[in-house]
């Protein structure tokens, strides 16, 4: 069978890789510690679950409207007036099976053939494939380590050509923890404004940041950038809901409505009990949700020094999502190494702990550590991390 090139030319997932193998070694009796997990390690607060469970009961089993219930998208739209100050309409939103599907769908609505789209590096590792599916090609701008792994204005204008069609910006990033100002956001947004080009903002990890930095959303900025803006969000991380699979986008009337289109013939609906439970989400709170921010503050602020004293590794302290994404190039050639994804390789088949290498987020010199685990794992993860590094330094 010959499979369709849109799909053999994709790059297989490698976080998805790497916990596979890491379940593999679990599997055959091995004390592995994973940190390649991209959820909370806390279970669905119980009055979401109870909500889901209640609008079943309650006979709300059918089909929905494709783009969303107009309960949950008035939900959303009250929620963007409560935490941005921003005003959409209802056409002005959809919902739908995660936020993956909501890019998916939106850059199968938005690119013709060799469109291009600006990514920053280090990017979560499914833009580029997405772009690719939809005939797009993706264009990189590296995030400057020493930048925060943030790009410039500067650097943006220096890459758009009339093939531009869209640049992505996601803050707190995924897998950096990186955070945009109001004033880098206005900054990149000028450009945007000036050469045309749609903001595809993905805040999934809105509600997941640090210290006493605050999140902004560019369509806050000002009314010109909303309206050159599509918000993507939804509730995975914030309401630890990733298997749910609700997500959802704000922009553009005319977008949105090629999106709802397009996802009527794919999905027919978001699993319509999970649209209850999303509504929950964001109309009850228990305080279950700062408390998980809480917990991954907490050990974001007892792993890092770790972490980075161990020989050769250095590492920016990440200010939301529960990533942290050491550069760990220079333990590797101590460890005698040419590249860190056989240093990763050869970490998770000596002292069992997986974790992703840099290379599937387009940073080679890195790797992805999440901390959406147990203190204790972590810690013990650390320690058998500084060991391997001790033990083989050349």
């Not at 769908?105 to 291009?116: I, P, S, V, Y």
């Not at 890195?366 to 685990?373: F, G, Q």
Request: overall charge negative; aromatic content about 8%; some cysteine.
């Amino acid at each position: 069978m010959k499979l369709a090139q849109r799909v053999s030319a994709l790059t297989p997932s490698s976080t998805l890789a790497i916990t596979a193998k890491a379940k593999e070694l679990k599997e055959q009796g091995h004390d592995v510690i994973g940190l390649g997990a991209g959820e909370p390690d806390f279970n669905t607060p119980q009055y979401i679950i109870d909500a889901a469970v209640r609008s079943m009961e309650e006979g709300h089993t059918k089909y929905t409207p494709s783009g969303g219930l107009p309960a949950l998208k008035n939900a959303i739209i009250d929620k963007f007036k409560s935490d941005q100050d921003l005003t959409y309409e209802a056409n002005e939103i959809i919902v739908g099976t995660g936020a993956k599907h909501i890019l998916y769908t939106l850059f199968q609505a938005l690119l013709d053939e060799n469109d291009e789209v600006i990514i920053p590096t280090p990017y979560w590792v499914s833009y580029p494939e997405q772009v690719k599916l939809a005939g797009g090609v993706p264009v990189y701008v590296e995030g400057l380590e020493s930048n925060e792994f943030k790009i410039t204005a500067e650097q943006l204008e220096a890459v758009l050509t009339e093939k531009t069609k869209a640049v992505i910006l996601n803050s707190p990033s995924n897998p950096t923890g990186s955070l945009y100002t109001k004033e880098e956001l206005k900054e990149l947004g000028d450009v945007c404004l000036k050469h045309d080009v749609l903001i595809v903002s993905d805040e999934i990890y809105e509600k997941l940041v640090y210290g006493d930095v605050i999140h902004t959303s560019i369509a806050e900025v000002s009314p010109e950038l909303k309206n050159q803006t599509v918000v993507v969000n939804g509730v995975s991380k914030s309401h630890s809901m990733t298997g749910w699979r609700i997500g959802y986008a704000a922009g553009p009337s005319e977008l949105i409505k090629a999106m709802t289109n397009l996802a009527s013939h794919s999905t027919s609906n978001p699993t319509t009990s999970a649209q209850y439970g999303a509504i929950a989400a964001y109309r009850e709170d228990d305080g279950s949700v700062e408390n998980m921010r809480v917990a991954f503050e907490d050990r974001l602020n007892k792993v890092y020094e770790k972490l980075i004293a161990i020989p050769g590794v250095s590492c920016v302290k990440p200010k939301g999502a529960f990533y942290l994404f050491p550069n760990v190039s220079e333990a590797a050639k101590l460890n005698g190494y040419d590249d860190v994804d056989s240093w990763v390789k050869d970490l998770l088949a000596e002292e069992k702990v997986a974790l992703v290498p840099g290379s599937g987020f387009g940073a080679p010199h890195n790797v992805r550590l999440s901390y959406a685990t147990s203190l204790d794992a972590l810690l013990s993860a650390l320690e058998r991390i500084e060991r391997f590094v001790r033990k083989k330094t050349k």
